[in-house]
C-alpha cells in the first residue's frame, strides 16, 4: 500500500474512533509499528493528527499550530498553490489577501506581476510586496498579532468594507467534512468575512491537510468561494460538496 494511501486511512481511522493505538494501526496495515510510528510523526508534522505517546488523536480543534511550525510545513505543497493561483490573477488587477503562511507564499509568486494594488491584513504580505514599486500595497487597520504579524479586530473590517476588489486570496485552517469553512480566532474570521464579501471572485488556499481538519469557528459555507486551489484531490464526498455548492476546484499536482 502506497504510504500516502495509508496516511490517509490512518487520518479515516483516527477520525472515526478518536484515539487509535500504534499496535492497533499496526495489525489493521499489516506493516512494523516502526513504520506506523514513522506515519504518525509525518502526519503530526502536516497537521492531521495529533501524535501522543502509543498512538495518534486528532489535533485540537480550539488553538492553531504555532506560526513557525505552519512556516516551514509543506512548503513544496503551498508553492504550487501559490504558482497556480498567481496565474489566474491578471496584472493590474486589486485585490485582498488575508492572514496564514499560505498567503505568504502566494505573495512571493506574485512578484512577477505588474500592477497590482493589495489591500492586506498581513504584515508579512505587506513587506513581500512593497518590496515592487509599481505595486500599490494598503495595510489595513487594527490591532497587531504579534505571533503572526496579522490584523485583526472591528477597525480591520470596517477598514476592509471600505474597498471592493477584483479577488480575495484567502488561507484557511479547515474545511470541515459538510463544507464549512472553519479558523481558530473569532476576529481573525470576521476580517475574512468581510473580505470575501467585499471581492468578486473569492480564492480559497487550501493544502489537502485541510480537508476534515478542526477548527472551533465557522466563517461560513464552502460556497462562500469561487474557487478553491489545493495540492491533492480531495475525497469524492467532498468533491461532491463541491460541485453541488458551484465551486471551482483546482487541484495543482506535481
Known amino acids: 500500500m502506497a504510504h500516502e494511501h495509508r496516511h490517509d486511512q490512518i487520518v479515516a481511522l483516527v477520525r472515526e474512533r478518536g484515539f487509535v493505538s500504534i499496535d492497533e494501526l499496526a495489525r489493521h496495515f499489516g506493516v512494523t509499528p516502526q513504520t506506523i510510528r514513522r506515519d504518525i510523526n509525518t502526519l503530526d508534522t502536516e497537521q492531521r493528527v495529533k501524535r501522543y505517546h502509543g498512538g495518534a488523536a486528532l489535533p485540537p480543534s480550539t488553538s492553531n499550530t504555532a506560526y513557525t511550525e505552519r512556516k516551514i510545513s509543506l512548503l513544496g505543497e503551498k508553492q504550487r498553490i501559490a504558482e497556480a493561483i498567481a496565474r489566474r490573477i491578471p496584472n493590474q488587477s486589486s485585490l485582498f489577501i488575508n492572514i496564514g503562511t499560505t ?119 464552502v460556497s462562500a468561494a469561487t474557487h478553491i486551489f489545493t495540492d491533492r484531490l480531495p475525497s469524492s464526498d467532498m468533491v461532491a460538496i463541491l460541485e453541488h455548492a458551484g465551486v471551482n476546484l483546482v487541484v495543482c499536482e506535481n
Open 103 to 221: 498567503t505568504e507564499t502566494i505573495a512571493q509568486a506574485l512578484l512577477r506581476h505588474e500592477g497590482l494594488t493589495i489591500i492586506t491584513n498581513n504584515l508579512h504580505v505587506a513587506s513581500i510586496l512593497s518590496t515592487k514599486e509599481d505595486f500599490t500595497v494598503i495595510i489595513a487597520g487594527g490591532r497587531v498579532r504579534t505571533k503572526d504579524g496579522g490584523i485583526i479586530g472591528e477597525a480591520t473590517v470596517d477598514f476592509v468594507r471600505q474597498f471592493k476588489c477584483d479577488y480575495a486570496i484567502i488561507g484557511i485552517s479547515g474545511i470541515d467534512e459538510d463544507g464549512d469553512l472553519l479558523d481558530f480566532d473569532y476576529q481573525e474570521v470576521r476580517v475574512a468575512q468581510a473580505i470575501i464579501e467585499s471581492s468578486r471572485k473569492v480564492f480559497v488556499a487550501a493544502d489537502h491537510t485541510k480537508f476534515g481538519r478542526k477548527a472551533v469557528i465557522r466563517l461560513g459555507p
